[in-house]
Protein backbone atom coordinates (compact mmCIF):
# COMPACT_ATOMS: atom_id res chain seq x y z
CA UNK A 1 0.00 0.00 0.00
CA UNK A 2 1.01 3.92 -0.68
CA UNK A 3 2.52 5.61 2.32
CA UNK A 4 1.80 9.43 0.75
CA UNK A 5 -1.04 9.96 -1.00
CA UNK A 6 -0.90 13.40 -2.97
CA UNK A 7 -4.08 15.30 -3.55
CA UNK A 8 -5.36 16.99 -6.47
CA UNK A 9 -3.91 14.18 -8.84
CA UNK A 10 -4.26 16.68 -11.38
CA UNK A 11 -4.03 20.05 -11.73
CA UNK A 12 -3.87 22.87 -14.46
CA UNK A 13 -2.65 26.56 -14.48
CA UNK A 14 -1.40 29.15 -16.55
CA UNK A 15 1.96 30.12 -16.34
CA UNK A 16 2.86 32.62 -13.35
CA UNK A 17 0.30 30.86 -11.36
CA UNK A 18 1.33 29.48 -7.93
CA UNK A 19 0.67 25.40 -8.33
CA UNK A 20 0.10 23.67 -4.96
CA UNK A 21 0.38 19.97 -4.14
CA UNK A 22 -0.73 18.26 -0.99
CA UNK A 23 0.43 15.02 0.09
CA UNK A 24 -0.51 12.55 3.17
CA UNK A 25 1.09 9.91 4.88
CA UNK A 26 -0.06 6.97 7.14
CA UNK A 27 2.92 6.59 9.31
CA UNK A 28 5.42 8.68 11.50
CA UNK A 29 8.89 9.81 9.54
CA UNK A 30 11.61 10.85 9.32
CA UNK A 31 12.02 12.94 6.53
CA UNK A 32 9.34 13.00 3.56
CA UNK A 33 10.76 13.74 0.14
CA UNK A 34 9.89 15.39 -3.03
CA UNK A 35 10.05 13.87 -6.40
CA UNK A 36 9.51 15.13 -10.13
CA UNK A 37 8.66 12.83 -13.07
CA UNK A 38 9.08 14.78 -16.31
CA UNK A 39 6.71 12.56 -19.01
CA UNK A 40 7.01 8.51 -18.65
CA UNK A 41 11.50 9.56 -17.47
CA UNK A 42 13.03 9.28 -14.66
CA UNK A 43 12.67 10.72 -10.94
CA UNK A 44 14.55 13.85 -9.93
CA UNK A 45 14.80 14.59 -6.69
CA UNK A 46 13.20 17.74 -5.39
CA UNK A 47 13.70 18.94 -1.78
CA UNK A 48 13.62 16.91 1.34
CA UNK A 49 12.35 17.98 4.76
CA UNK A 50 12.78 16.53 8.08
CA UNK A 51 10.35 15.76 10.66
CA UNK A 52 11.36 18.58 12.82
CA UNK A 53 11.60 21.31 9.89
CA UNK A 54 8.28 22.88 9.26
CA UNK A 55 9.04 24.41 5.89
CA UNK A 56 11.87 24.65 3.56
CA UNK A 57 12.48 26.28 0.25
CA UNK A 58 14.91 25.68 -2.56
CA UNK A 59 14.44 28.37 -5.44
CA UNK A 60 10.72 28.53 -6.68
CA UNK A 61 9.63 25.22 -4.29
CA UNK A 62 8.28 25.61 -0.81
CA UNK A 63 7.43 22.53 1.08
CA UNK A 64 5.85 22.69 4.50
CA UNK A 65 5.33 19.56 6.76
CA UNK A 66 3.13 19.14 9.61
CA UNK A 67 3.98 16.16 11.42
CA UNK A 68 0.68 16.30 13.75
CA UNK A 69 -1.18 16.07 10.18
CA UNK A 70 0.53 13.59 8.72
CA UNK A 71 0.71 16.15 5.59
CA UNK A 72 2.98 17.92 3.31
CA UNK A 73 2.81 20.35 0.90
CA UNK A 74 4.33 21.72 -1.93
CA UNK A 75 4.47 24.99 -3.63
CA UNK A 76 5.44 25.68 -6.76
CA UNK A 77 5.74 30.02 -7.26
CA UNK A 78 5.23 32.06 -10.67
CA UNK A 79 5.38 28.16 -12.65
CA UNK A 80 6.47 27.99 -15.98
CA UNK A 81 5.76 25.28 -18.95
CA UNK A 82 8.79 23.26 -18.00
CA UNK A 83 7.26 22.60 -14.68
CA UNK A 84 4.79 20.30 -16.42
CA UNK A 85 5.57 17.53 -15.23
CA UNK A 86 3.75 14.45 -12.11
CA UNK A 87 5.10 15.53 -9.23
CA UNK A 88 5.39 12.75 -6.00
CA UNK A 89 5.65 12.67 -1.92
CA UNK A 90 7.81 9.78 -0.51
CA UNK A 91 8.85 8.43 2.53
CA UNK A 92 11.02 5.95 4.25
CA UNK A 93 9.65 2.49 5.07
CA UNK A 94 11.76 -0.31 7.07
CA UNK A 95 14.71 1.28 8.56
CA UNK A 96 15.54 3.75 5.52
CA UNK A 97 15.54 1.09 2.80
CA UNK A 98 12.30 1.37 1.25
CA UNK A 99 10.83 4.48 -0.55
CA UNK A 100 7.14 4.25 -0.32
CA UNK A 101 5.58 7.15 -2.99
CA UNK A 102 2.01 8.67 -3.52
CA UNK A 103 0.11 8.15 -6.42
CA UNK A 104 1.40 11.79 -7.36
CA UNK A 105 -0.15 14.70 -8.88
CA UNK A 106 0.20 15.45 -12.73
CA UNK A 107 0.82 19.28 -13.40
CA UNK A 108 0.48 20.78 -16.81
CA UNK A 109 1.36 24.70 -17.00
CA UNK A 110 -0.21 26.41 -19.84
CA UNK A 111 1.75 29.36 -21.21
CA UNK B 1 21.61 13.27 -15.46
CA UNK B 2 21.67 11.33 -12.35
CA UNK B 3 24.53 8.84 -12.81
CA UNK B 4 23.00 6.12 -12.86
CA UNK B 5 23.08 3.91 -16.09
CA UNK B 6 19.63 1.37 -17.38
CA UNK B 7 20.02 -1.04 -20.37
CA UNK B 8 17.69 -1.33 -22.45
CA UNK B 9 15.42 1.49 -22.47
CA UNK B 10 13.11 -0.42 -24.33
CA UNK B 11 12.01 -3.88 -24.05
CA UNK B 12 9.30 -5.44 -26.10
CA UNK B 13 8.77 -9.37 -25.50
CA UNK B 14 6.00 -11.60 -25.39
CA UNK B 15 4.17 -13.34 -22.78
CA UNK B 16 5.66 -16.47 -21.10
CA UNK B 17 9.34 -14.87 -21.52
CA UNK B 18 12.15 -14.19 -19.72
CA UNK B 19 14.33 -10.78 -19.70
CA UNK B 20 17.18 -9.14 -17.95
CA UNK B 21 16.89 -5.66 -17.23
CA UNK B 22 20.59 -4.01 -16.32
CA UNK B 23 21.59 -1.09 -13.82
CA UNK B 24 25.05 0.55 -13.20
CA UNK B 25 24.70 2.72 -10.18
CA UNK B 26 26.49 6.08 -9.81
CA UNK B 27 29.93 5.65 -9.29
CA UNK B 28 31.14 5.16 -5.44
CA UNK B 29 27.17 3.71 -4.60
CA UNK B 30 26.96 1.12 -2.75
CA UNK B 31 23.61 0.39 -2.72
CA UNK B 32 21.09 -0.36 -5.44
CA UNK B 33 17.36 -0.05 -5.19
CA UNK B 34 14.83 -1.42 -8.13
CA UNK B 35 11.30 0.21 -8.40
CA UNK B 36 8.40 -0.35 -10.46
CA UNK B 37 6.02 1.93 -11.79
CA UNK B 38 2.92 0.99 -13.64
CA UNK B 39 -0.56 2.49 -14.46
CA UNK B 40 -2.59 0.48 -11.68
CA UNK B 41 -0.24 0.33 -8.73
CA UNK B 42 2.28 3.45 -9.06
CA UNK B 43 5.64 3.38 -7.86
CA UNK B 44 6.13 -0.09 -6.20
CA UNK B 45 9.54 -0.92 -4.17
CA UNK B 46 10.76 -4.02 -5.54
CA UNK B 47 13.90 -5.18 -3.76
CA UNK B 48 17.31 -3.55 -2.70
CA UNK B 49 20.92 -4.54 -2.32
CA UNK B 50 23.58 -3.07 -0.48
CA UNK B 51 27.37 -4.04 -1.56
CA UNK B 52 26.29 -7.25 -3.27
CA UNK B 53 23.85 -8.67 -0.13
CA UNK B 54 19.77 -8.31 -0.31
CA UNK B 55 19.05 -5.33 2.54
CA UNK B 56 15.50 -5.14 2.33
CA UNK B 57 12.36 -7.02 -0.21
CA UNK B 58 9.01 -5.29 -1.31
CA UNK B 59 6.11 -6.92 -3.31
CA UNK B 60 8.39 -8.49 -5.97
CA UNK B 61 6.93 -11.07 -7.54
CA UNK B 62 8.37 -14.74 -7.07
CA UNK B 63 8.61 -14.90 -10.81
CA UNK B 64 11.04 -11.56 -10.42
CA UNK B 65 14.84 -12.20 -8.94
CA UNK B 66 17.62 -9.71 -8.52
CA UNK B 67 21.11 -9.58 -7.77
CA UNK B 68 24.04 -7.09 -7.46
CA UNK B 69 27.53 -8.04 -8.80
CA UNK B 70 30.84 -7.52 -7.57
CA UNK B 71 31.21 -4.49 -9.50
CA UNK B 72 28.25 -3.30 -7.92
CA UNK B 73 26.00 -2.98 -10.84
CA UNK B 74 22.86 -4.78 -10.43
CA UNK B 75 20.57 -6.97 -12.96
CA UNK B 76 16.57 -7.30 -12.46
CA UNK B 77 15.47 -10.66 -14.11
CA UNK B 78 11.71 -10.72 -14.69
CA UNK B 79 10.38 -14.53 -16.02
CA UNK B 80 7.19 -15.93 -17.35
CA UNK B 81 6.20 -12.85 -18.21
CA UNK B 82 2.16 -11.62 -18.10
CA UNK B 83 0.53 -8.96 -19.93
CA UNK B 84 0.42 -7.33 -16.37
CA UNK B 85 4.05 -6.85 -15.72
CA UNK B 86 4.11 -4.21 -18.55
CA UNK B 87 5.42 -0.89 -16.82
CA UNK B 88 8.44 1.40 -16.03
CA UNK B 89 11.05 -0.18 -14.08
CA UNK B 90 13.72 1.82 -12.16
CA UNK B 91 16.90 1.62 -10.61
CA UNK B 92 17.74 3.98 -8.06
CA UNK B 93 21.59 3.73 -6.40
CA UNK B 94 22.53 5.53 -3.02
CA UNK B 95 26.18 6.08 -1.14
CA UNK B 96 24.41 3.35 1.34
CA UNK B 97 21.14 2.56 2.70
CA UNK B 98 20.56 5.25 5.25
CA UNK B 99 20.92 7.96 2.85
CA UNK B 100 18.42 10.68 2.54
CA UNK B 101 18.39 10.35 -1.49
CA UNK B 102 18.32 8.22 -3.42
CA UNK B 103 18.99 8.82 -7.60
CA UNK B 104 17.38 7.42 -10.23
CA UNK B 105 17.63 5.87 -13.61
CA UNK B 106 15.90 6.52 -16.58
CA UNK B 107 14.05 3.67 -16.72
CA UNK B 108 13.57 0.48 -18.80
CA UNK B 109 10.21 0.38 -20.29
CA UNK B 110 8.89 -2.93 -20.32
CA UNK B 111 6.02 -4.01 -22.87
CA UNK B 112 4.68 -7.38 -22.85
CA UNK B 113 2.49 -8.35 -25.61
Known amino acids: SQQGEEDPQALSIQEGENATMNCSYKTSINNLQWYRQNSGRGLVHLILIRSNEREKHSGRLRVTLDTSKKSSSLLITASRAADTASYFCATFSGGYNKLIFGAGTRLAVHP | DSGVTQTPKHLITATGQRVTLRCSPRSGDLSVYWYQQSLDQGLQFLIQ???????AKGNILERFSAQQFPDLHSELNLSSLELGDSALYFC????????????FGPGTRLTVT
Open chain 2, 49 to 55: YYNGEER
Open chain 2, 92 to 103: ASSPYPGSDEQY
